[in-house]
């Protein structure tokens, strides 16, 4: 039995070891982003999707020009993998339309994200010595506002104006990961029925997120989408092309295709979808999500 216990406390000293043996010094970690002694370390990061997380600056999701009037509550999970990085996280969201016509708002939230990461990447993204070896974090939450602005029929086509902001409530920006400040954006989507099953939608826009940085306090990006969806009975199936383009050329210019299906039985919606990220985002994603409509 005491064997046993010497053997147990011998590999967790090891285990420990070898992490702290992993983990930079301050020394290290200045010659490597050459600190002048003196500015804080979030000025060595890089806030733009090509060096941080996958869902730090996610491209908004795609909208197809009409409000969802039924409302929901929805939680699922995600993966994503880039080369040296696995990331596994949960999801939650609510959207709600108090006239079920014209307006409607949504919440969306990474509420823990867990995360592992290669040494060789963790110094591409100028991680802060200190916080080497996190594993965990909490992520951001937005918020959206709807509104309807054209009705197909009346119109050529169905428009919508949606405001999203998103707060600064994330964690982890030292390991890269978040941001932790806020953004925003605004975007034009319209959309219009191709028969019974088809629809075809698209968005344009204007992304705006802080840096962190005092000598560049915000980057403005070009948000652009085009998308197709295809409904009969209880399934629905889209595949979306969507991304912006920052101008400050660092990582700033994420292309997002997406693929998914949900499929309904009375007011639960269950839904699978995957990402593939082109130019600055090198992330492949899957999701899974449970979703419960408020409205029949």
């Known amino acids: 039995m005491r064997i046993d216990r010497c053997l147990t406390f011998s590999a967790m ?7 702290l043996a ?13 600190w002048d002694g003196v500015s804080h370390f979030t000025e060595y990061l890089i806030f733009s999707p090509g060096f941080m997380g996958p869902n730090a600056l996610p491209v908004p999701v795609l909208p197809e020009g009409r409000i969802i009037r039924e409302g929901f509550v929805s939680v699922g999970g995600a993966l994503h993998r880039a080369p040296g990085d696995f990331t596994r996280n949960f999801t939650a969201a609510l959207a709600y339309s108090p006239d079920r ?22 110094w591409q993204r100028n ?5 080497w070896n996190e ?30 902001l ?3 409530s994330s964690s982890k920006k030292e390991a890269a990961r978040y941001t932790d400040a806020p953004g925003y954006y605004f975007d034009l989507s319209g959309g219009r029925d191709l028969g019974r099953h088809f629809r075809l939608y698209g968005m344009a826009g204007l992304y705006v997120w802080q840096t962190n940085q005092d000598r560049q306090y ?13 409904r009969q009975g209880p399934w629905h199936v889209w595949l979306h092309a969507a991304g912006y383009l920052g101008y400050l050329n660092n990582g700033d210019r994420p292309l997002t295709l997406r693929a998914g299906a949900e499929w309904r039985q009375g007011r639960w919606g269950w839904i699978a979808e995957g990402q593939w990220g082109l130019l600055d985002l090198p992330y492949r994603s899957v999701e899974a999500r449970a979703r419960y409509y408020l409205f029949p």
Request: charged share 20%.
């Open 13 to 19: 000293l090891l285990a420990l070891g070898l992490r």
């Open 22 to 34: 992993a983990q930079p010094s301050q020394q290290d970690w200045a010659q490597h982003v050459g």
């Open 135 to 164: 594993r965990r974090a909490i992520g951001d939450l937005y918020v959206n506002s709807h509104l309807q602005l054209l009705f197909a029929g009346r119109h050529p086509l169905d428009l919508t104006l949606r405001a999203g």
């Open 101 to 122: 016509k014209r307006a409607a708002f949504d919440l969306y939230l990474v509420p823990q994200e867990f995360f592992t990461v290669s040494d060789s990447l963790k």
């Open 218 to 230: 915000q980057n403005d990006a070009f948000l652009f989408g085009l998308g197709q969806s295809w």
């Open 166 to 168: 998103r707060t600064a």
């Open 127 to 131: 991680v802060y010595y200190r916080n």
